[in-house]
């Protein structure tokens, strides 16, 4: 049997294994690179949409077993690879040219745990080999430096005469706490919100990133506004909690984003339940599936559950994120959990405004 003869029927067994969130198969999403066939041997890479694909290892599984059911291959060698889908088009873009994805973190009310998630979730990302960035865009109330343990604020310049962002964990970031004192609050009209959002934009060397996660303010003010106007956003992500008055909230938010054109890549359900360390009996303290329920109403994904456990409250006021300290327990478990949804559902929407494909679900808001 010829090399030309085996690569052929190589490439059909790969086109049955589909990407399970793209709905085609690997061949024809031109997944599967560098095919090698030497004798019985048969080498070749795997590129995903997304270093933190949720599936990767099962994508994995699924081409090896493929291949190997030809009865002529005795080994096969994949290599995992990923290189990320840009989810932004459209005007604006040249203020973070090098960013492929921006995604806002919001909420319709204040305390839910909004800047929790965001700095828990970009170092998830970044865990998994993704390059992250994270902007922390509440004016009023930074809250990212103290986080993410540092306080030093950016001071060189980049060839370009940009402010090198500073870096924590791997991680670039900018927030409006390196700038201002801890005792003196932002008393900050609208325009001046803009403008500040506009050079964290325009004046940080970002670089290269596959994600540019945005802390945003609580509700619906100048921030959110401002940075939709200002560049092309892949989507944003709704953080919640269970109770029905933080979800009466999320109804105005989702209404806000929808206005602006702004896809929802889904709703975080934080603080779900709590798990006791003693007994560990699981107690919902704040009530029962309301993530689930407005992300069914507005026609979202539902990205999944992050538990109200100490850890993760100590992490925040200590600047050691739970993800980093505490990698196996169920709180980073759930971050990264929902940090491979959140990617998952980037590169379905990138994808779909590119045209490649029709999701099995849809994405956009219900009006």
């Known amino acids: 049997m010829s090399v030309d003869t085996k690569r052929e029927e190589v490439l059909r067994e790969l086109g049955t294994v589909q990407d399970p969130d793209l709905h085609r198969d690997l061949v024809s999403l031109g997944m599967i690179q560098e095919l090698k066939i030497e004798g019985d041997r048969v080498d070749f890479a795997v590129v995903l949409t997304t270093p933190a694909c949720p599936v990767k290892d099962s994508m994995k599984q699924w081409s090896e077993d493929a291949v190997r059911r030809l009865p002529w291959v005795k080994q096969v060698s994949i290599d995992m690879r990923a290189q990320t889908t840009s989810g932004r088009t459209g005007a604006g873009e040249q203020l973070i040219p090098r960013v492929k994805n921006a995604i806002a973190v919001a909420s319709g009310k204040g305390g839910v745990g909004k800047s929790t998630t965001s700095v828990n979730v970009a170092l998830a990302l970044a865990e998994s080999g993704a390059k992250v960035g994270l902007m922390d865009a509440d004016i009023y109330g930074p809250n990212v430096p103290l986080m993410m343990g540092i306080k030093n604020k950016p001071q060189l310049y980049s060839e370009g005469g940009k402010i090198v962002p500073a870096r924590s964990y791997g991680i ?168 491979g949804a959140i990617a998952q559902q980037v590169s379905i929407l990138a994808y779909a405004s590119q045209g490649a494909f029709i999701p099995a679900a849809t994405l956009t808001l219900k009006k």
């Open 172 to 339: 670039k970031l900018i927030s409006i706490g390196f700038f201002t004192d801890d005792d003196n609050p932002v008393i900050w009209r609208g325009p001046m919100v803009h403008g500040a959002i506009q050079q964290f934009l325009r004046d940080i060397d970002w670089g290269e990133l596959d994600y540019l996660v945005i802390d945003l303010p609580p509700g619906t003010g100048d921030a959110p506004l401002s940075l939709s106007q200002l560049i092309p956003l892949s989507g944003v992500v709704i953080v919640t909690t269970p109770q029905d008055v933080a979800l009466q909230d999320v109804g105005k938010g989702m209404a806000m984003f929808q206005r602006l054109e702004v896809p929802v890549i889904g709703v975080i359900e934080n603080m779900s339940y709590f798990v006791c360390s003693n007994c560990d009996a699981r107690h919902e303290i704040f009530g029962n599936g309301g993530g689930e329920r407005i992300a069914r109403h507005f026609g979202v994904p539902f990205l999944g559950k992050v538990p109200l456990q100490q850890k993760v409250r100590e992490g925040g006021d200590e600047g050691r994120p739970v993800v980093i300290t505490d990698p196996t327990s169920i709180e980073s478990e759930a971050f990264r959990a929902v940090a």
